[in-house]
């Protein structure tokens, strides 16, 4: 019998499910958006995306741990120096995935892979802020509370629209060492 369809080895098929239902879970959210839409987002059968993640809270994990591994690159090859700049930056990559970050928060009591995911996010990102904080010369005693302020004010950035230049006021504010 002939082949319709060409092989195609399980990672690239797995990054097309990932792909797809990222665009979806961005643009119609991830409570719209059932595993039968990825897969036909995807032409596969529904039971087929299955095979690759064992639920939808795990596609999301995979989708997260894209944009992390993505974004903490770019992050990394940052041109400017500035710290105001760099969580500035920081702040303005989450709120391109606000959908997902808001998912995130809505699902933690829900969802084992989500709750273990967000833990591991927060380690990261407030040991690189502490980095950042140590680089700009601050009192150890004070790392500790500005790390917590700035997570509790990036998180609110993203609930709030401000303008920029409240926005940058703020940033400026969290990585000031007086």
Request: with cysteine.
């Amino acid at each position: 019998m002939a082949r319709n369809k060409r092989v195609q080895d399980r990672e690239e098929k797995q990054e097309e499910i990932i792909h797809a239902a990222r665009a979806l879970f961005l643009n119609e959210g991830y409570d719209a958006t059932s595993i039968n839409r990825i897969a036909i987002e995807v032409q596969v059968a529904p039971n087929t995306i299955y095979w690759y993640f064992k639920n939808k809270d795990e596609l999301l994990v995979s989708i997260l741990n894209a944009e992390l591994t993505k974004h903490l690159n770019a992050y990394m090859l940052q041109p400017t120096q500035d710290p105001t700049e760099r969580l500035i930056w920081v702040v303005d990559q989450l709120q391109l995935a606000n959908r997902l970050v808001s998912t995130v928060h809505a699902r933690l009591k829900f969802s084992t892979e989500l709750r273990e995911w967000h833990e591991q996010f927060h380690l990261l990102v407030e040991g690189l802020l502490r980095l950042e904080l140590q680089k700009l010369g601050m009192a150890n005693d004070q790392i500790e509370t500005k790390v917590k302020i700035a997570v509790f004010t990036i998180e609110g950035l993203l609930a709030h629209q401000l303008s920029e230049q409240e926005k940058r006021a703020i940033c400026a504010a969290l990585v000031s060492t007086s």
